[in-house]
């Protein structure tokens, strides 16, 4: 079998390229003291984590996929959260402050409440060098890349403030956008916008319908076909056993490992060295 030439790379997001800069409590406690819900109410930032976790999930029971199934969007399902979050520890007559909300949702929806894992910035940068000239190191003749993420529709905002160039492809509007040689990332499959979420294989799927779709916009004659896929997350369940299922090869990074070997990574640069295997 020829070895295809191009390259269809994805990557989840959360925990994979970014993480949050501090414990979620302890941001959420911080912005909290700071709006007057002082930590004597609250106690420790376990208290707010057990929280949280109770006003997410009774959330999602409510308004499933973070407010779209509903028609309540994202942003007041995250607003509906954290009033949720914080309304067990207010004094009597005391009320969760709008600043508090406007402040958290500002706060997890840029790089001021996450930090890019250190190997991504030189990861993406390689991958821009080989757009002007072709590098040894990187055998691929094309490379694609996306996101697939389980999540709202924050994840692009996120990744551009990094400085990373993310196309305006997504699931839902990826037939009205026009491609861009300078992006980073090619397009974003949001779970938010397919109704599905890791590990079921219609977001896996939406990827490919995404690169299908930008092939059929190009005139360089090339298919789905004559691209391998490869994707990149750092749960097993969800993104390696997921993936997999779906027909794609899959790596799972996880950079406390000593060493990488053929399944995982500990580093992003070590997708480099990656061959799919042999299809018997």
């Given at each position: 079998?020829?070895?295809?030439?191009?390259?269809?790379?994805?990557?989840?997001?959360?925990?994979?390229?970014?993480?949050?800069?501090?414990?979620?409590?302890?941001?959420?406690?911080?912005?909290?003291?700071l709006?007057?819900?002082?930590?004597?109410?609250?106690?420790?930032?376990?208290?707010?984590?057990?929280?949280?976790?109770?006003?997410?999930?009774?959330?999602?029971?409510?308004?499933?996929?973070?407010?779209?199934?509903?028609g309540?969007?994202?942003?007041?399902?995250?607003?509906?959260?954290?009033?949720?979050?914080?309304?067990?520890?207010?004094?009597?007559?005391?009320?969760?402050?709008?600043?508090?909300?406007?402040?958290?949702?500002?706060?997890?929806?840029?790089?001021?409440?996450?930090?890019?894992?250190?190997?991504?910035?030189?990861?993406?940068?390689?991958?821009?060098?080989?757009?002007?000239?072709?590098l040894?190191?990187?055998?691929?003749?094309?490379?694609?890349?996306?996101?697939?993420?389980?999540?709202?529709?924050?994840?692009?905002?996120?990744?551009?403030?990094?400085g990373?160039?993310?196309?305006?492809?997504?699931?839902d509007?990826?037939?009205?956008?026009?491609?861009?040689?300078?992006?980073?990332?090619?397009?974003?499959?949001?779970?938010?916008?397919?109704?599905?979420?890791?590990?079921?294989?219609?977001i896996?799927?939406?990827?490919?319908?995404?690169?299908?779709?930008?092939?059929?916009?190009?005139?360089?004659?090339?298919?789905?076909?004559?691209?391998?896929?490869?994707?990149?997350?750092?749960?097993?369940?969800?993104?390696?056993?997921?993936?997999?299922?779906?027909?794609?090869?899959?790596?799972?990074?996880?950079?406390?490992l000593?060493?990488?070997?053929?399944?995982?990574?500990?580093?992003?640069?070590?997708?480099?060295?990656?061959t799919?295997?042999?299809?018997?």
């Amino acid at each position: 079998m020829v070895q295809k030439r191009n390259l269809l790379l994805a990557f989840d997001a959360f925990g994979t390229l970014f993480a949050p800069k501090k414990p979620i409590p302890e941001q959420y406690g911080y912005f909290a003291a700071l709006h007057g819900i002082e930590e004597s109410q609250w106690k420790t930032h376990r208290d707010i984590m057990m929280s949280f976790g109770k006003a997410f999930k009774d959330e999602s029971r409510k308004n499933p996929n973070y407010g779209r199934a509903t028609g309540l969007g994202a942003e007041k399902w995250w607003a509906n959260v954290i009033t949720k979050t914080f309304d067990p520890f207010l004094k009597p007559g005391q009320q969760v402050p709008q600043a508090l909300v406007t402040d958290l949702l500002t706060q997890f929806s840029t790089d001021r409440g996450y930090s890019l894992f250190p190997d991504v910035i030189p990861f993406f940068q390689m991958l821009r060098n080989c757009k002007s000239r072709p590098l040894e190191r990187w055998k691929w003749d094309r490379t694609v890349v996306g996101i697939v993420t389980n999540s709202d529709d924050r994840v692009p905002g996120i990744l551009q403030s990094f400085g990373l160039e993310v196309g305006n492809r997504r699931f839902d509007i990826a037939e009205r956008v026009i491609a861009n040689s300078q992006e980073d990332i090619d397009f974003v499959i949001l779970s938010y916008d397919v109704g599905y979420e890791k590990p079921d294989r219609p977001i896996f799927d939406a990827a490919v319908e995404s690169l299908k779709q930008m092939l059929a916009k190009e005139s360089q004659g090339q298919s789905i076909e004559d691209f391998e896929k490869l994707y990149v997350g750092d749960e097993y369940e969800k993104d390696y056993v997921g993936a997999k299922n779906a027909g794609w090869n899959a790596i799972r990074l996880d950079r406390n490992l000593p060493e990488s070997d053929a399944r995982s990574i500990n580093d992003l640069s070590h997708l480099e060295q990656w061959t799919p295997m042999k299809k018997i």
